[in-house]
């Protein structure tokens, strides 16, 4: 499988779609960030399934950042299928979102999310926790091998 | 949702209430049930002496008529040794004899219990002698001086009429007899009387006990329903609170999740509005821009502490041994480490051994002493004390700082949410700390209270109890959530 160098953001808020790409503009992420609305749209886009049956599912992203509170089908749930199936079973989960409800970190863990950020309310905090995740995930992390 | 106290306690008495009146009601059922039980074997032991007594009126109705066999058979034996002077007779005449007296013997042991039948039987027994020692006196001159002088002896003593003595004994048989009978008619009637008030009272015992039984059964049957219905009651309360208290981890999850999304558009599109825009605002317009992000900060601060607060009263207690030393002195350099800004004075006593939650006692000490830190005059030095004694059951904590203060004359708002009782601009702060401080102390069991002057300092004092005192009553995990 091939590493596009994609990053996919599970999202349904649209200004928090802005605020993330413009948090990637200013920490200089040049990777192309796949962004989609619901838990459905996710797991299509990573199974290359209804709306993105023609993608190629081989084309896997680097990492996915991944709201909880989603619409249709919720993050968790997103969570446990990517874990699942082979195809994303390996893939780097960062589960970003406004909760710390603690039942919410121990379920992400519990179901394989590499990571979980909690999204600041301070857009400067938001910015330098962005850059931070882009400097993780996407330079320092090596990612398994043969996925 | 859960009944109220007042409810709670008129159940409790209403159900003591019952369960004495249905105490006394088994008790006096029971005294009832062994009174009756005691009368009907005092009948029953009554019927049988009677039949006991009818019995021993039976023989002796039957010992007399053996007297009387007795002394014929002695009589007549007798008559035929004085005709014949065969020695066979006297042997027969000895049987009946030996079988007269020990008859009689038996008469005195039967009428023993009746004074006039006993004044009878020595008549009778003084009768029977004199006739046996006639008798002898017959026996006696015939062996001695023939069967003629027998005759006239016999002659002399019976004339031709009947003999009296013979009459007399007879006639004191008969009467013995007469009043046995009598005695025996009396104690035939005591007997069918005594056999009847038996069966009464054990009838009446029998439906006394089928009554108090079933009246038992009933009432211990109601009981049973009533404890029924109840659970079914408390099942129900239980499921609504549970309902209830899921209705309100969904609303702070809400609170949580959806109240800060908004927020953060707010600040991020109020900041973005600086960087692209910033050069066509003037300064009046940069510092409005300011004042939007400087509340949303402040309201992300609320809401995270209002949470925090909420999760205090559902999380439960995971209580152990605390060094309360060592933890205040954690506290404290984790604060200096925070806000390394400016002098400060830390003197901490040896406090004693801590029972309760640390990471909630954790919370307690972080804010205590980040307010004496906090709350210090413009260019003052804080000064902490921190000390700790046992009390009886529990121990006391204090930390006493050298700041502000406060006036007692708002002591009442000092431990509620959000309360504050300096201005934002001079101190900043959502006003949860103290709220947070009591919440955490009384959930352990103890008590929080503080004491200050304005300028002059405070002192808040909180106390644990000891972990040997047993009065560690921690609040329910479910009463907590928000005010």
């Not at chain 2, 010992?63 to 034996?77: D, I």
């Not at chain 2, 020692?133 to 009429?161: C, H, M, N, W």
């Not at chain 2, 409005?288 to 502490?305: A, P």
């Not at chain 2, 830190?373 to 009390?391: A, F, H």
Request: proline letters at 4%.
């Amino acid at each position: 499988m091939n590493r596009s160098g994609n990053i996919l953001l599970v999202e349904d808020n649209p200004y928090d779609v802005e605020l993330t790409l413009r948090a990637f503009e200013q920490n200089k992420i040049l990777n192309k960030l796949q962004v989609v609305r619901d838990g459905q749209e996710a797991l299509d886009y990573l199974f290359a399934s209804g709306a993105h049956a023609g993608r190629d599912p081989k084309n896997a992203p680097e990492v996915v950042l991944l709201d909880l509170k989603l619409p249709k089908i919720d993050g968790l749930e997103v969570l446990r299928r990517m874990r699942a199936d082979e195809r994303t079973r390996r893939l780097p989960v960062v589960v970003l979102t406004s909760s710390n409800e603690e039942k919410d970190i121990v379920s992400s863990y519990d179901l394989g999310a590499n990571s979980f950020v909690r999204k600041p309310v301070d857009f400067t905090q938001f910015v330098h926790a962005v850059n931070q995740l882009g400097l993780y995930w996407l330079v320092l992390n090596e990612t398994p091998p043969g996925t | 949702m859960a009944m109220t106290k007042a409810a709670r306690v008129a159940g409790a008495s209403r159900s003591g209430s019952l369960q004495r009146r249905l105490t006394v009601a088994f008790a006096g059922a029971l005294a009832v049930v062994i009174a009756l039980a005691l009368a009907v074997f005092h009948t029953a032991e009554r019927a049988l002496d009677s039949s006991r007594h009818v019995a021993q009126a039976h023989e002796v109705l039957q010992v007399m008529v053996g007297v009387e066999g007795a002394l014929l058979m002695a009589q007549s034996a007798v008559r035929g040794f004085v005709i014949t002077g065969d020695a066979i007779y006297l042997r027969d005449r000895d049987n009946a004899v030996s079988s007269l007296e020990s008859r009689v013997q038996r008469l005195r042991d039967l009428t023993a219990d009746s004074e006039s039948q006993q004044r009878r039987w020595r008549m009778l027994r003084d009768r029977l002698d004199g006739r046996m020692e006639l008798l002898d006196r017959l026996v006696l001159i015939r062996q001695t001086k023939g069967a003629d002088a027998a005759r006239e002896f016999l002659r002399s003593v019976y004339p031709p009429r009947p003999p009296a003595t013979t009459g007399r004994i007879h006639a004191l048989t008969g009467d013995m007899v007469e009043e046995e009978e009598r005695r025996l008619a009396q104690r035939t009637q005591e007997e069918e009387r005594a056999s009847a008030l038996a069966v009464a009272a054990g009838l009446v015992l029998a439906v006394l006990f089928v009554l108090l039984f079933s009246l038992g059964y009933l009432a211990i049957r109601r009981q049973i329903a009533e404890a029924v219905r109840l659970n079914v009651i408390l099942a129900r309360r239980t499921e609504e609170v549970e309902a209830a208290n899921r209705e309100l981890e969904g609303f702070s999850y809400s609170v949580s999740h959806d109240l800060r999304a908004p927020l953060r558009a707010i600040d991020g599109f109020a900041r973005i509005l600086v960087e692209d825009y910033g050069g066509r605002l003037d300064d009046e317009g940069k510092r409005r821009l300011g004042v939007i992000h400087e509340n949303t900060r402040r309201m992300g601060q609320l809401i995270d502490d209002l949470l925090d607060f909420s999760r205090l009263g559902k999380r439960p207690l995971a209580c152990s041994a605390v060094d309360m030393t060592a933890l205040a002195g954690d506290v404290y350099r984790e604060l200096r480490v925070a806000h390394p800004e400016g002098e400060a004075v830390f003197d901490l006593a040896p406090l004693p051994q801590g029972w309760g939650d640390p990471a909630m006692l954790r919370q307690v000490l972080a804010n205590l002493l980040s307010n004496a830190l906090k709350y210090v005059p413009q260019g003052g030095t804080p000064r902490i004390e921190v000390s700790g004694r046992p009390n009886g059951a529990e121990n006391v904590y204090c930390v006493k700082d050298n700041g502000v203060g406060f006036d007692m004359a708002y002591y009442d708002k000092l431990f509620g949410v959000f309360q504050r009782l300096h201005s934002e601009k001079e101190f900043p702060g959502t006003g949860v700390g103290l709220a947070i401080v009591q919440r955490v102390v009384t959930r352990h069991g103890g008590r929080v209270w503080a004491e200050s002057k304005p300028d002059e300092g405070s002192s808040f004092y909180f106390s644990l109890p000891n972990a040997a005192s047993g009065s560690f009553a921690a609040a329910p995990a479910a009463t907590g959530g928000l005010k």
